[in-house]
């Protein structure tokens, strides 16, 4: 079975080859970014060449759909992966156009561009100045020095490497076409160890206890299921698996204390860390909407959900309380597929 994002790549390059749409600039005008908001990372069409970043001031309830073309005169590129905030930097991984972008958050202004990838997905920095960056074609993972903004080597890694955390001083790495989690010593850059789980590893947290959270989406012979590691021993500590093979679970997010998951599995749910059994009911329910990308406010409890609705117009964001009640609901980019907090 496909997973949602494999599904997405190939419907995306079926719509390019019946429209060529040229990418369309948000008529924002440059903002200065205050904190306490959200920024809304938007993949935008495979091709097409607009994805973007949107920011939601939580106090004022306004929205800016594209921070980076006002700011610097120019799209952001093809396919907006993730987005990563670390000293004083926002680091925004373009999958298609093979680069990342280093603004400064505040203006969105960019200050540096890292190219040289294959196909990025996710940062994560190691040390102060130094990062990985994961890779869905290059079967590697690339390591940056972040004060001079290039890659100085690679981590040789089979298939298509997705979330990384880091955790005891080693950085543990999903892999969407492999049953493992792998472990990379962060002081070698060395793959040391892997631990066998699920095919489909897309997304990964850690919580209140030093535990490793994996959401599997399945395939090759394997389940789709949620999986509990133990870092230091290297084990799968629980296993969560779902009862059939149509489960795609993956967006895994945690809350501000680390001890309730959730992710997407068509609808939203929610499980405690402590939950013995999977969630029987969705926390929220689709209602026919196409959920796409998840995230849970740190400081509030917020729940934000993301329906790309068609993939080609624009999306809207669903904002929930920590009991399920919503809250509002705004327009971002095309295909928002997650959040990260100031």
Known sequence: ??????????????????????????????????????????????????????????????????????????????????????????????????????????TFMRTATITGFSSPRYLLPVSNGKAYVTDLSANAISVVDLGSNTITGSIACPGWTEELVLAYGKAFVTNQSRSYVYMIDTATDLLVDSIAV??????????????????????????????????????????????????????????????????LNGHVYRMAITDAALPAAPFIAADGRNFYGLGVDPSSGTVYVADAIDFTQRGRVFRYTTDGTFVNDFLAGRIPNGFTFR
């Open 1 to 106: 079975m496909m997973n949602k994002p494999l599904l997405l790549l190939f419907g995306t390059v079926i719509l390019l080859a019946c429209r060529k749409d040229k990418p369309e600039p948000p008529v924002d005008t440059p903002i200065t970014v205050g904190s306490g908001g959200v920024y809304i990372t938007n993949e935008g069409n495979f091709g097409w060449g607009n994805a973007g970043v949107s920011y939601y001031d939580i106090g004022t309830g306004s929205l800016a759909e594209d921070l980076f073309q006002p700011a610097n005169g120019e799209v952001l590129g093809d396919v907006c992966q993730s987005m990563r905030l670390f000293n004083g930097k926002a680091y925004v991984v373009l999958n298609n156009s093979n680069k990342v972008e280093v603004v400064d958050p505040n």
């Open 198 to 263: 699920s095919r489909g590893g897309n997304s990964m947290v850690e919580d209140a206890h030093g535990k490793l959270w994996v959401a599997c989406s399945g395939g090759g012979g394997t389940q789709p299921a949620l999986y509990r590691i133990d870092p230091i021993a290297l084990n799968v500590e629980a296993s969560f698996v779902f009862g059939s093979s149509a489960d795609s679970p993956w967006r895994l997010s945690i809350n501000g204390d680390h001890g309730v998951l959730y992710f």
